[in-house]
Structure formats: structure tokens, C-alpha cells
């Protein structure tokens, strides 16, 4: 399998250099066998998936994908020296450190087995890490190819839609359609028909570089718990968020910004054209609204707002014209960029990204499947972000911070986890 990697995935393999960018899918099951009696069964499975069984090539213009032979030293097997779930997640953190080289494998599976004290466990746990470059897909397509590498057989393959030759007249045409759209999108906004464009935040102490020991944390609860009539999972978790973020800034001495919010990540509309299909967007939290189910009201409404202007014609068209810009001046954009230069504001001051991850019928080692997390990457002015991940009924809010944000991540983690029983409660699912 070959061919040109698409600009919007070509652009996130070269921003990898200047920000790691990896994926890590957490999966864990209630499964006592070794590690090392299911390498080979995934090995094998891996071996079936054709998305798995290519890597990138440096070429002129744009990369290319190109086979590759899967083997034994893509799923690598863990010894936890406590043998806990505590120390399963630091090390999974410490990977976070040792990103994929796309150009020798965009994909590892980490296996780490006989966990004492993973949520959800009866006895021993079998946990399941996948680590992929972001430019091999992006959530929904890396949650597809976990599934499938984990045993699951009647999931589709991701479209596939690799860009043609740059063709200077069409990139006019393009440019001029997005130009002539973007004047409508100004005049449809300027009419109350489309929201505007959410506007920058103040910077807070989680909005600093990532610096000192990175952690991770779960906080595994029943779906019911998060979702109810009116609010959706994702609206529930980003409120359970913005009630914890709050409350930690206020243990902390610190003032909540009247307009605190939350860099979210939105699906595109219409056909996947690339294996990343998605725009981040950034929301009000409300943290002025005391009563949980309000502010998820609100949080609803912020995020209907963000996909009404997101849908606009205009920015399809900014899309495509973007994705005919000559490789060359896209890669000299990029290594023009400077992590180290601050930004005065931000989109969000912290990051959810929400996917759900099918039914809870994966099996593993003799076990089903208990719960599954993911961690999205912390950048120069990012070090607090947050995962939604559900899989059966069971929904995960991972934490991945760093020193320099969250001096005590199990700090953090309580109040979130009390911030899930506020919204609980108020659903009238108890606690």
C-alpha cells in the first residue's frame, strides 16, 4: 500500500518535530494471562489490518505511506516494578517521552499485564496501550484500528481520499471560491445568522510549558452518571470539568476568569478526506453558573454554536483551498513556527477531546474489556488536558498534566471525581 499522504496529515507529521504529537489508547481488561501470551495473536492481527501495515517515506513534495512488514517488534511487553495500577499509569506516562519515528513504524502496542488495582477489576488486569502517530489518523480512526487490532472483525477500514497533483489553476479557483464564502460568512455573521468566532481567552496557571514529571489520571464512572435527558456524555464530562478546573483554581488561591473555557474538538462534516477529519474550537465553561445542569445548558448551547459556524460553507472551502497549497510552502510555514513564542491569549485553557469507542464487547487475554482512556498531548501552552473516552457503559475523563500546571495530580483527580458526583446527583443517578 502506497501513496501521498494528504497536506492536513502531511502537516501533522511535520509539526511532530516541533511538538509530539503520539496518540496513546488505553484499554484495559479483566484478564489474568501473561503479557506475553497474546503477542502473537496480535501480531497476527495486526498483520490483517492493511492501515497497520504501512509507515511514512520522505519524498519530494509531499511523504508518502509505503508498506512495511509488521512483526513481534511492534508490541512490546511491559514488567511493572510495583506491579499496580498506580505504577501502570507513570509508566505510561514516561512513554509519552519516546514518540514513534513514522518513518520506521507510525505504531506501537504496549502491553503491560498481572495490574493489581485497575478500576473495574475483579483480580489482575491486562492493560493494552496503543501509541500512533497523530498523522496516521485521528481519534475515530486510531479507536477503529485499536478495535480492530483487538480482535474485532467487522469494523470498516478508513476512507482513504489521497490528494492529487498540485494544480496551480484549481488553487486559484479554490482561493477565490473561499475568499468570495468568507465575505458571506462575515455578512451572514454580521446578520446574527452564524455565532462569531469565539474569541481568545486570559492565560491561567495551567496555560504555562510542560515542565517537571508529566502524570496521567482516570477517572472511570458509569455513563448514566455523566448523561441524561438533554445532556450528552460530552456535554456532562466538560461540565464535570469545568466545575473541577474551577475548584482547583480556587484551592490554589487563584481567581476563576468569568469567561474560563475549554478547547474541544469537533468532527468535520462530509466526507473524511484525510485520515485527521477534525477542527478544534474553543467554548465557554460558565463557571458562573452554579447549578451543574444549567451550566451544562450552556455548554450545549456553546457547542451547538461552534458546530453552527463550523458547518458554514466557507469553511469547507478554507479546507480545501488550504489543501492545495504547494508542499514546499506548507513545510517552510511549519519550520517557521517557533514553540518557544507565547501567545497572549488561548482558545481554550484547558483541552477535552471526546470519542466514543464502540460497544464493550473486546476480549483480551481471556478477559472482557472493563473500561478504556486516552490522553490528549500537552503543548508550550498546554499543560492540563483532558480525554472522554466510552466504550460499553462505561465512560473514562483522563487527566494528563505536568508539574508546572498540577503540583498534585491526585488533587486534581478528586475534584474531578467529586465534580462527576455533583452532576450525578443532579441527574438523579445517585452517587
Given at each position: 500500500m502506497s501513496g501521498r499522504l494528504h497536506p492536513?496529515?502531511?502537516?501533522?507529521?511535520?509539526?511532530?518535530?516541533?511538538?509530539?504529537?503520539?496518540?496513546?489508547?488505553?484499554?484495559?481488561?479483566?484478564?489474568?494471562?501473561?503479557?506475553?501470551?497474546?503477542?502473537?495473536?496480535?501480531?497476527?492481527?495486526?498483520?490483517?489490518?492493511?492501515?497497520?501495515?504501512?509507515?511514512?517515506?520522505?519524498?519530494?513534495?509531499?511523504?508518502?505511506t509505503v508498506?512495511?512488514?509488521?512483526?513481534?517488534?511492534?508490541?512490546?511487553?511491559?514488567?511493572?516494578?510495583d506491579g499496580t495500577w498506580t505504577g501502570c499509569l507513570r509508566a505510561v506516562a514516561e512513554l509519552f517521552a519516546h514518540p514513534v519515528d513514522p518513518l520506521e513504524t507510525p505504531w506501537l502496542l504496549h502491553l503491560f499485564g498481572s495490574v493489581s488495582g485497575a478500576p473495574r477489576c475483579t483480580g489482575p488486569a491486562l492493560v493494552a496501550v496503543l501509541q500512533v502517530s497523530h498523522a496516521l489518523g485521528d481519534g475515530r480512526v486510531a479507536s477503529s484500528l485499536a478495535r480492530q487490532l483487538l480482535g474485532e472483525r467487522d469494523s470498516s477500514s478508513p476512507l482513504r481520499n489521497p490528494r492529487g497533483r498540485f494544480r496551480p489553476i484549481e488553487f486559484v479557483k479554490q482561493s477565490r471560491r473561499a475568499q468570495a464564502l468568507e465575505r458571506t460568512l462575515a455578512a451572514d455573521t454580521a446578520a446574527g445568522l452564524i455565532?462569531?468566532?469565539?474569541?481568545?481567552?486570559?492565560?491561567?496557571?495551567?496555560?504555562?510549558?510542560?515542565?517537571?514529571?508529566?502524570?496521567?489520571?482516570?477517572?472511570?464512572?458509569d455513563r448514566a452518571e455523566l448523561s441524561g435527558p438533554g445532556v450528552t456524555v460530552t456535554v456532562g464530562a466538560i461540565t464535570a470539568v469545568s466545575i473541577a478546573?474551577?475548584?482547583?483554581?480556587?484551592?490554589?488561591?487563584?481567581?476563576?476568569?468569568?469567561?474560563?473555557?475549554?478547547?474541544?474538538?469537533?468532527?468535520?462534516?462530509?466526507?473524511?478526506?484525510?485520515?485527521?477529519?477534525?477542527?478544534?474550537?474553543?467554548?465557554?465553561?460558565?463557571?458562573?453558573?452554579?447549578?451543574?445542569?444549567?451550566?451544562?445548558?450552556?455548554?450545549?448551547?456553546?457547542?451547538?454554536?461552534?458546530?453552527?459556524?463550523?458547518?458554514?460553507?466557507?469553511?469547507?472551502?478554507?479546507?480545501?483551498?488550504?489543501?492545495?497549497v504547494p508542499a514546499v510552502l506548507l513545510r517552510w510555514g511549519i519550520r517557521q513556527f517557533d514553540a518557544t513564542v507565547l501567545p497572549d491569549s488561548v482558545t481554550g485553557n484547558t483541552v477535552v477531546s471526546s470519542v466514543d469507542r464502540g460497544a464493550a464487547d473486546l476480549v483480551l487475554g481471556g478477559g472482557?474489556?472493563?473500561?478504556?482512556?486516552?490522553?490528549?498531548?500537552?503543548?508550550?501552552?498546554?499543560?492540563?488536558?483532558?480525554?472522554?473516552?466510552?466504550?460499553?457503559?462505561?465512560?473514562?475523563?483522563?487527566?494528563?498534566?505536568?508539574?508546572?500546571?498540577?503540583?498534585?495530580?491526585?488533587?486534581?483527580?478528586?475534584?474531578?471525581?467529586?465534580?462527576v458526583d455533583e452532576m450525578a446527583a443532579r441527574l438523579g443517578r445517585g452517587v
Open positions: 492536513t496529515d502531511a502537516q501533522a507529521y511535520w509539526m511532530s518535530s516541533k511538538i509530539p504529537n503520539d496518540q496513546f489508547l488505553l484499554y484495559c481488561f479483566d484478564a489474568s494471562a501473561p503479557a506475553t501470551d497474546v503477542v502473537d495473536q496480535l501480531v497476527s492481527n495486526a498483520r490483517s489490518i492493511p492501515e497497520l501495515g504501512i509507515r511514512f517515506a520522505d519524498a519530494f513534495g509531499f511523504p508518502r508498506s512495511m512488514t509488521v512483526g513481534p517488534h511492534q508490541v512490546i511487553t511491559h514488567t511493572l516494578p455565532p462569531p468566532q469565539s474569541p481568545g481567552r486570559e492565560k491561567i496557571r495551567v496555560n504555562v510549558a510542560p515542565a517537571g514529571e508529566r502524570s496521567i489520571r482516570t477517572v472511570v464512572r478546573l474551577s475548584n482547583y483554581l480556587r484551592r490554589c488561591g487563584d481567581s476563576v476568569p468569568e469567561r474560563l473555557g475549554a478547547e474541544v474538538t469537533l468532527g468535520k462534516r462530509g466526507p473524511r478526506r484525510a485520515r485527521n477529519h477534525f477542527r478544534n474550537a474553543g467554548i465557554d465553561l460558565y463557571p458562573a453558573v452554579v447549578d451543574p445542569l444549567e451550566r451544562a445548558k450552556h455548554i450545549s448551547a456553546a457547542l451547538r454554536d461552534r458546530r453552527a459556524r463550523a458547518d458554514h460553507p466557507a469553511m469547507a472551502a478554507q479546507a480545501l483551498a488550504s489543501e492545495m472482557r474489556i472493563r473500561f478504556t482512556a486516552g490522553f490528549p498531548a500537552l503543548s508550550p501552552v498546554m499543560s492540563l488536558t483532558h480525554g472522554v473516552h466510552g466504550i460499553g457503559d462505561v465512560v473514562t475523563i483522563s487527566v494528563t498534566s505536568s508539574a508546572s500546571a498540577v503540583d498534585d495530580p491526585d488533587v486534581y483527580a478528586g475534584l474531578l471525581h467529586d465534580a
